[in-house]
C-alpha cells in the first residue's frame, strides 16, 4: 500500500527562530510534514513562524493545522498562505476547520458549517487567480495567488460531507475506531459525489492523539482524557464503537474538577483522565494510539490497513504536549522518528526518503 506522510503538529514557538531550528531538526529526522495550529492566545503568528520554518527547510510539508474563518477574514488567510507558498513552493497546505482554542479562548464561536464551506470557496476562487464578489465596489482578486490545496479538518457527518465537496482533501479527526473512520469516509465520498465530483479525487488524512508514554497505566488514563475530549464536541462518535458515556455531563466534570480548557487540552492529563475513569478500556482504544513503540506501530499499523482508503497525511499528535527545549534524544520528535516511523513505513513497504511521493499538491 502508498506510504502516508507522517506529520508532527506541536513545534518549539519560544520564539521565531526556535520555531525554525524545530521544524529544520523535524525535517532532518524523516518526518514528512510541519502542521502548525493557528491560535493566537496560546503561540506566536502562526504564518511568521511558517514563514521561517519556510527559509531554513528544503523538503517538509509545511501548513496550518488548523485555521479557521472566525479569528481571520478568509481573504486575510488566502494572502497569508499564499506567501507562505512563495517560499516554499509546492510544499504548503492549508489546514481549515471550525476553530478550536482560537476562538472559545478568545470568546469567539466556532464557524457554522455554511460559513466553513462559504469561506473555502472564496479562498479557492482567490487562490485559483479568480475575480471574487464579496460586496466591495469591485470584485475582490489576488494578485500573488498560488495554487495551495486547502483541506478542512472534520469530524461531524455534515461537515465531513460538506469537506467532500468542497476542499482539496480532508482531515478526519474522529479516533482510530475502524467503525468511525468508515463512517468518516463514507461521509466524505456521499459529499464530493452529490456536488457532481469524483469521490476518489478528494484526499483524505488523519489526525491521531498519540499517547507514547511507556507506562502502560498511565497511557491507559491519558487515552481516557482524550476519549472524554472527542465525546465532549461530538457524543456520536461512540455510538459508531457502540461506547455509552455513564457519568455526569462533560461540562459538570470539567466544572467540578477544574479541567480546563477541556479534556483535550488539560494541563494535567493524568488528573483529567481520572475524572473519566468510569470509561471502558475500549474507550481508551477508540480514540488514541498509546503506550510504548511497540504498542503504538501495531495498533498504527492495524489503523492504516483496516482503513477503507489510503491516507496521504497521518498527523501524529503527541500527548501529552511536548515541553520546550525537547530533549533531542528522548523527546517525542526523536522518539517517533526512530523508534516508530521506520518500522510502520518497512512494514508497509516504504521506499527510501529521496524516493517518497510528492503527494502536497
Known amino acids: 500500500m502508498a506510504i502516508p506522510r507522517f506529520g508532527l503538529n506541536r513545534f518549539d514557538a519560544r520564539s521565531v527562530d526556535a520555531f525554525a531550528a524545530d521544524v529544520r531538526r523535524c525535517e532532518t529526522l524523516g518526518w514528512d510534514a510541519a502542521w502548525q495550529p493557528d491560535s493566537q492566545l496560546r503561540r506566536r503568528d502562526t504564518y511568521v513562524l511558517l514563514a521561517s520554518a519556510a527559509r531554513t527547510t528544503e523538503r517538509i510539508t509545511l501548513g496550518t493545522l488548523l485555521a479557521n474563518p472566525m479569528n481571520r477574514h478568509p481573504t486575510v488567510t488566502a494572502s497569508s498562505i499564499a506567501t507562505i ?216 499499523l492495524d489503523v492504516l490497513r483496516s482503513a477503507p482508503v489510503t491516507f496521504d497525511h497521518v498527523v501524529l499528535h503527541p500527548v501529552p504536549n511536548p515541553t520546550f527545549p525537547d530533549d533531542p534524544e528522548r523527546g517525542y520528535m526523536a522518539r517517533v522518528a526512530r523508534e516508530i516511523l521506520p518500522a510502520v513505513r518497512s512494514a508497509l513497504g516504504a521506499p527510501s526518503t529521496s524516493e517518497r511521493r510528492d503527494v502536497t499538491r
Open 85 to 300: 507558498d512563495e517560499l516554499a513552493p509546492g510544499r504548503v497546505v492549508l489546514g481549515w476547520g471550525i476553530g478550536d482554542t482560537a476562538v472559545r479562548l478568545a470568546g469567539l464561536r466556532p464557524a457554522r458549517i455554511k460559513e466553513l464551506e462559504e469561506s473555502t470557496r472564496l479562498m479557492r476562487s482567490l487562490l485559483d487567480g479568480q475575480d471574487v464578489e464579496v460586496g466591495a465596489a469591485r470584485p475582490a482578486r489576488l494578485p500573488h495567488h498560488r495554487p495551495v490545496p486547502i483541506w478542512i479538518a472534520a469530524g461531524g457527518p455534515r461537515t465531513l460531507r460538506m469537506a467532500g465537496a468542497v476542499a482539496d482533501g480532508v482531515f478526519i479527526r474522529v479516533g482510530t475506531h475502524r467503525a468511525n473512520i468508515a463512517r468518516s469516509i463514507d461521509a466524505i465520498r456521499a459529499g464530493a459525489a452529490e456536488a457532481g465530483r469524483d469521490p476518489s479525487k478528494v484526499r483524505v488524512g488523519a489526525v491521531f492523539h498519540t499517547v507514547f508514554v511507556d507506562d502502560p497505566g498511565r497511557a491507559l488514563v491519558m487515552g481516557k482524557s482524550m476519549a472524554a475530549g472527542y465525546y465532549e464536541y461530538s457524543p456520536m462518535l461512540f455510538d459508531g464503537p457502540g461506547l455509552a458515556w455513564t457519568g455526569p455531563d462533560p461540562e459538570r466534570l470539567k466544572h467540578d474538577h477544574k479541567v480546563w480548557p477541556d479534556f483535550h487540552h488539560a494541563t494535567d492529563l493524568v488528573a483529567s483522565g481520572r475524572v473519566v475513569d468510569f470509561l471502558p478500556k475500549a474507550a481508551a482504544d477508540a480514540f488514541c494510539l498509546r503506550g510504548g513503540p511497540a504498542e503504538i506501530i501495531a495498533q498504527l
